[in-house]
């Protein structure tokens, strides 16, 4: 089902997770950096942290979505770390990311629904950050329907596979290339985008209808 958020929606919803958030948020700024994540992964966070501004720290995706796991797989071989999340967000940001963005303000790409994608951007205003490359990609048995593409990307290329979740590897593998060439920042941020539609279903249903959306904070 297709619908617009207004304006009441969204500041109805921006004021609920402010107020959710702001107790919690001593708590998170006394935390260590990268606290509470798995030695490898606080070595490749911290090794990222210390990267070019422009360059992506991690890239976040939907671990209940097959395409969203081969879009981290060919991420992680083009030498991105990669954060699973199960739909929220809320153990990532306080563990890493709200102490990560309090040093720096690195860019964040994800492969994620509707629901991440609205906390983390508003989340990232704080830190001046904005979303910069936005996709919306809608499935339908695990394969592409249509795919929506603002910012530098434009076109998702040629897939890395005729398997269903081949669009993913490419997308990863085009956002790897911007990574290692001019970076994510700089550019205009992405606006005026209404459309919600969060339809990802939990569980293994490979034939579940889902609509994803890519991402880039910087």
């Given at each position: 089902m297709h619908r617009t958020i207004n304006r009441r929606e969204l500041i109805e919803a921006a004021a609920a997770l402010a107020s959710a958030c702001a107790a919690p948020?001593?708590?998170?700024?006394?935390?260590?950096?990268?606290?509470?994540?798995?030695?490898?992964?606080?070595?490749?966070?911290s090794a990222r942290a210390n990267a070019p501004v422009g360059i992506l720290h991690a890239v976040v995706f939907d671990q209940r979505s097959r395409a969203a796991q081969a879009f981290a797989r060919s991420a992680a071989g083009a030498g991105l770390s990669t954060r699973p999340i199960g739909g929220d967000v809320t153990d990532l940001w306080y563990a890493e990311l709200h102490p990560m963005w309090k040093r720096s303000a690195a860019p964040l790409a994800g492969l994620t629904a509707y629901g991440a994608l609205f906390c983390l951007e508003r989340l990232a205003w704080d830190h001046r950050?904005?979303?910069?490359?936005?996709?919306?990609?809608?499935?339908?048995r695990g394969r592409p329907l249509a795919?929506?593409?603002?910012?530098?990307?434009?076109?998702?290329?040629?897939?890395?596979?005729?398997?269903?979740?081949?669009?993913?590897?490419?997308l990863a593998e085009a956002f790897a290339r911007v990574d290692r060439g001019s970076g994510w920042r700089g550019l205009p941020p992405v606006c005026g985008y209404a459309e919600i539609e969060h339809r990802l279903h939990v569980g293994p249903r490979a034939s579940a209808d889902e609509t994803l959306y890519s991402w880039v904070i910087a």
């Amino acid at each position: 089902m297709h619908r617009t958020i207004n304006r009441r929606e969204l500041i109805e919803a921006a004021a609920a997770l402010a107020s959710a958030c702001a107790a919690p948020l001593a708590l998170a700024s006394s935390l260590a950096p990268h606290a509470g994540l798995p030695h490898a992964l606080r070595a490749k966070a911290s090794a990222r942290a210390n990267a070019p501004v422009g360059i992506l720290h991690a890239v976040v995706f939907d671990q209940r979505s097959r395409a969203a796991q081969a879009f981290a797989r060919s991420a992680a071989g083009a030498g991105l770390s990669t954060r699973p999340i199960g739909g929220d967000v809320t153990d990532l940001w306080y563990a890493e990311l709200h102490p990560m963005w309090k040093r720096s303000a690195a860019p964040l790409a994800g492969l994620t629904a509707y629901g991440a994608l609205f906390c983390l951007e508003r989340l990232a205003w704080d830190h001046r950050l904005r979303v910069v490359q936005l996709g919306t990609h809608r499935l339908a048995r695990g394969r592409p329907l249509a795919h929506t593409l603002q910012g530098p990307l434009r076109t998702l290329g040629r897939p890395a596979s005729s398997g269903a979740g081949g669009w993913a590897a490419s997308l990863a593998e085009a956002f790897a290339r911007v990574d290692r060439g001019s970076g994510w920042r700089g550019l205009p941020p992405v606006c005026g985008y209404a459309e919600i539609e969060h339809r990802l279903h939990v569980g293994p249903r490979a034939s579940a209808d889902e609509t994803l959306y890519s991402w880039v904070i910087a």
